[in-house]
């Protein structure tokens, strides 16, 4: 199994509908953490979870909302997006150690709104 | 200002060639420093961490300035599978990564 595995890898979904997307990491990591990439923009921080607990919001519209159940899973349920949420979500984990923290990241899930 | 900045590029270089990229950071605070590879369509992968004495792995090599808060990368004897972007990214103490936006390189034949 790889080390941060997201699913689904490309997702279209309409305005009006729900839909979520799932990370899992097989790295005993304890943390982790959704970025989102619009084209030709930086990666932008959106959630981070530290040990379960939300650690940072990144004023993140309500339409994203993320949900860790435990250390190994996160998710982010979505509901009416609009066009410019579609981009390339990426999930990344690490182990949190003071002084030195690279994240693993997942392959992404290619979101297009219509 | 960006906490982390990049030049875009692209640079372009033929084989063979070193090239070097430069980044900035803006918080004096930051304790650790990556640079990340991605290439297209592709998720980020780490690259290479950056100390402060300056590491080498093969032909890259990383350095940290503390002092004027810049990050390099030095590729030598580049090859055309070099051809990404590569990201400069600082542990800014908010748990969690920031990344800069990248500098694109393209080696040609």
């Known amino acids: 199994e790889t080390g941060v595995t997201q699913t689904p890898r490309h997702l279209v979904m309409g305005m009006t509908n729900k839909k979520s997307l799932k990370c899992e990491q097989h790295?005993?990591?304890?943390?982790m953490y959704w970025y989102k990439q619009s084209a030709k923009k930086p990666l932008e921080l959106m959630f981070v979870y530290s040990l379960e607990e939300r650690v940072e919001n990144n004023s993140v519209p309500s339409r994203f909302s993320p949900e860790c159940p435990n250390s190994s899973h996160l998710f982010l349920h979505l509901h009416t997006l609009q066009p410019e949420d579609s981009a390339l979500y990426l999930c990344a984990s690490s182990q949190e150690v003071a002084g030195n923290t690279e994240a693993f990241f997942g392959q992404g899930t290619r979101l297009t709104v219509v | 200002r960006k906490e982390v900045e990049q030049d875009p590029g692209p640079f372009n270089v033929p084989e063979g060639a070193t090239v070097a990229f430069n980044c900035t950071y803006s918080?004096?605070?930051?304790?650790?420093f990556f640079w990340y590879r991605q290439d297209c369509r592709k998720e980020p992968k780490l690259l290479m961490s950056?100390?402060?004495s300056g590491n080498e792995d093969g032909r890259f090599t990383a350095q940290l300035n503390r002092a004027s808060q810049y990050i390099s990368l030095l590729i030598r004897d580049s090859k055309l599978s070099d051809s990404a972007t590569y990201l400069c990214?600082?542990?800014?103490?908010?748990?969690?990564?920031?990344f800069g936006s990248g500098t694109r390189l393209q080696v040609q034949p």
């Open positions: 918080n004096s605070a930051s304790q650790s």
């Open positions: 790295l005993g990591h304890n943390a």
């Open positions: 950056v100390y402060s």
């Open positions: 990214v600082a542990h800014t103490g908010r748990r969690a990564l920031t």
